[in-house]
């Protein structure tokens, strides 16, 4: 079946960087698209980074763009997302997610949600 | 800051209807992009519950229904259950933004 688990998250102070991981088994990962969604705490739901099934396309919202960089290795079935420069507004739970197609550019959606990390950013 | 919009919340009795609406505009929904839904149970990873606007992934029950239309879509639940007591999500792609967002979410109270 399906799994994704996230790890790399934890407490880390404001303009520090950290790296979440996610890794995937159960399908052929470099087939789908990937996402990294967060939620802080209370909140909703926030689309941070998308990256294609080859890594040729990437996406960031506007409040992590410049600081953060998505990336994967298919030949370790492992999605990444690298945070630079954390701000205290970027704490919150990071899930990884799977697109049902390959570009994530388009009318996909999100079959398959990891259990998320946890990221909190305080001095 | 969503592009979507959803009410903060809808409660309703067991057994009865219940309906959230997801209002976006002319460059995600209106331009033509499905609709998706996702219910988030209590400190719970969120879990798809309707994708491309109106299907059901295997094993959700025919209680929850998706409609489309214009600039808006709409989740209803029929013959409310305790369990569905959780928060909704609605999410579609934005063609200014390039990428998917997300609606502000709506909590569902069971009464």
């Known amino acids: 079946q399906v799994q994704l688990v996230e790890s790399g998250g934890g407490v880390v102070q404001p303009g520090r960087s950290l790296r979440l991981s996610c890794a995937a088994s159960g399908f052929t990962f470099s087939t789908y698209a990937m996402h990294w969604v967060r939620q802080a705490p209370g909140k909703g739901l926030e689309g941070v980074a998308i990256?294609?099934?080859?890594?040729?396309?990437?996406?960031?919202a506007d409040s992590v763009k410049g600081r953060f960089t998505i990336s994967r290795d298919n030949s370790k079935n492992t999605l990444y997302l690298q945070m630079n420069s954390l701000r205290a507004e970027d704490s919150a739970i990071y899930y990884c997610a799977r697109d049902n197609f390959g570009s994530g550019f388009g009318s996909g959606w999100l079959g398959y949600w990891g259990q998320g990390t946890l990221v909190t950013v305080s001095s | 800051q969503s592009v979507l919009t959803q009410p903060p919340s809808v409660s309703g009795a067991p057994g009865q209807r219940v309906t959230i609406s997801c209002t976006g505009s002319?460059?995600?929904?209106?331009?033509?992009?499905?609709v998706h839904w996702y219910q988030q149970l209590p400190g719970i990873a969120p879990k798809l519950l309707m994708y491309?606007?109106?299907n059901r992934p295997l094993g959700v029950p025919d209680r929850f229904s998706g409609s489309k239309s214009g600039t808006s879509a709409s989740l209803a639940i029929t013959g409310l259950q305790a369990e569905d007591e959780a928060d909704y999500y609605c999410q579609s792609y934005d063609s200014s933004l390039s990428g998917y967002v997300f609606g502000t979410g709506t909590k569902v109270t069971v009464l």
């Open positions: 990256i294609s099934h080859d890594g040729s396309n990437k996406y960031y």
């Open positions: 002319s460059s995600n929904i209106g331009a033509g992009y499905d």
């Open positions: 491309g606007n109106s």
